[in-house]
């Protein structure tokens, strides 16, 4: 089976930083695109930020120039920077993968970590 597991979550102050880190494991070929989610009570969740295998990067309109999307393919992680936090930005944000295996399956998701941003 392949496995994301999200890290980095947490409670900071409306202006302030958290890294988000999600690493996959288990037996896989190889990675696609990987992207960060978010779901805020009450409200569909929603792509924030991805990026592909060529590192070509998405943004969610409200999140460009403060969140910043990278991978490293070596160690099968991908991560969000999320830089001048606002309290609209707290959620619970999942890690999303399309992942070659020999399975048909191919979209992998992670159990979520909480950013919440309050004074």
């Known amino acids: 089976q392949v496995q994301l597991v999200e890290s980095g979550g947490g409670l900071v102050q409306p202006g302030g930083s958290l890294r988000l880190s999600c690493v996959a494991s288990?037996?896989?070929?190889?990675?696609?695109?990987m992207g960060w989610y978010r779901q805020a009570p009450g409200k569909q969740r929603e792509l924030v930020a991805r990026?592909?295998?060529?590192?070509?990067?998405h943004y969610l309109d409200s999140v460009k120039g403060r969140f910043t999307i990278s991978r490293d393919n070596a160690k099968n992680t991908v991560y969000l920077q999320l830089n001048s936090l606002r309290p609209d930005d707290t959620a619970v944000y999942y890690c999303?993968?399309?992942?070659?295996?020999?399975?048909?399956?191919?979209?992998?998701w992670g159990q979520g970590t909480q950013v919440t941003v309050s004074s």
């Open positions: 999303n993968a399309q992942i070659q295996t020999f399975l048909p399956q191919n979209d992998y």
């Open positions: 990026v592909t295998s060529g590192a070509s990067t």
């Open positions: 288990g037996s896989f070929f190889s990675i696609d695109a």
